[in-house]
């Protein structure tokens, strides 16, 4: 096995969702992916962080909130970072905001939360003892990280400028964000990655994306955000079983290229999306 880290400098590598009551998020999560539940913070600690897994491997962590910081369950989107002081003023310099300083996490990493020229909050992320998520791209673990904009150009100038990110445009497919080269560590990772892709009739540069970018609609108030879209087997079966646990669906599964999505909520609000593979889709349009 590779000792190879799964992610590289400019990467999303980690997730997690702030909640009012984070015992019962996890009951819901659980529940929906089966996910199993592990509260790392130490006894004393009045606040948990649910570390959530699967086949023994961390996919993303649920807490509750913090003294201090905006009290709105959302889902979180952490960067792989080389340094979370350097991005910070790199971040600054392209006009972006850093809420709150670069701070260590225990022996974990070191991190800062940052906002776009829009708004849109992320987190960057100094690795230490803490790797990002060690499962992904399966069910039940992260498939997307999601940038939610009005303003598509200042989002790609900004992300180009703090991570080196560019755009892939797939037409009917929407946008994606790409670095280049990351194919050439994946390959690494994993043998003949890119090589599949290619076979499997992926768009060229899929092979590098790292997020998605979609446009919010003009007549929404929805406003611009980082959100997370989960890997399902199935998103009916996901659709109803989020019902049946107390979320919502905000939207109903439907065929988009390369998948079948559909859009939930969780109990206490929060938005997110469920995606199936189905490469059935591949021509069908958005």
């Excluded at 998020?25 to 600690?45: H, I, Q, R, V």
């Excluded at 979609?214 to 989020?242: C, K, N, Q, Y």
């Amino acid at each position: 096995m590779s000792t190879l880290d799964r992610y590289i400098p400019g990467v999303p590598c980690w997730a997690d969702t702030e909640q009012p009551d984070p015992a019962a998020a996890a009951a819901f999560y659980s529940g929906l992916f089966g996910w199993e539940c592990e509260n790392a913070m130490p006894s004393d600690e009045d606040t948990p962080y649910f570390v959530a897994r699967l086949k023994d491997g961390d996919v993303a962590a649920i807490s509750g909130f913090y003294d201090g910081a905006p009290q709105q369950p959302t889902w979180n989107t952490y960067i792989w970072v080389e340094s979370a002081d350097e991005t910070a003023t790199k971040l600054t310099e392209a006009g972006g905001r850093v809420l709150q300083a670069p701070f260590d996490v225990m022996d974990q990493g070191r991190m800062a939360v940052c906002a776009d020229l829009e708004g849109a909050t992320f987190m960057v992320w100094e690795p230490r003892a803490h790797r990002g998520s060690a499962v992904v791209n399966e069910p039940g673990s992260v498939n997307f990280n999601d940038l939610y904009t009005r303003d598509p150009e200042s989002a790609r100038r900004f992300y180009n400028a703090v991570f080196g990110w560019e755009i892939l445009d797939l037409g009917p497919g929407g946008q994606m964000f790409t670095l280049p080269g990351y194919s050439d560590h994946l390959d690494l990772l994993y043998p003949g990655n890119t090589a599949e892709m290619v076979a499997m009739g992926a768009p060229a540069g899929f092979e590098n994306v790292v997020a998605s970018l979609s446009l919010i609609d003009a007549d929404s108030d929805i406003p611009p955000h980082w959100g997370i879209t989960f890997a399902v087997a199935d998103a009916d079966e996901a659709a109803a079983r989020a019902a049946e646990l107390g979320g919502a669906v905000v939207a109903a599964p439907a065929d988009a290229p390369w998948t079948r999505v559909t859009v939930l909520r969780d109990p206490a609000g929060v938005v997110f999306t469920a995606g199936q593979f189905v490469p059935e889709n591949a021509s069908v349009t958005s």
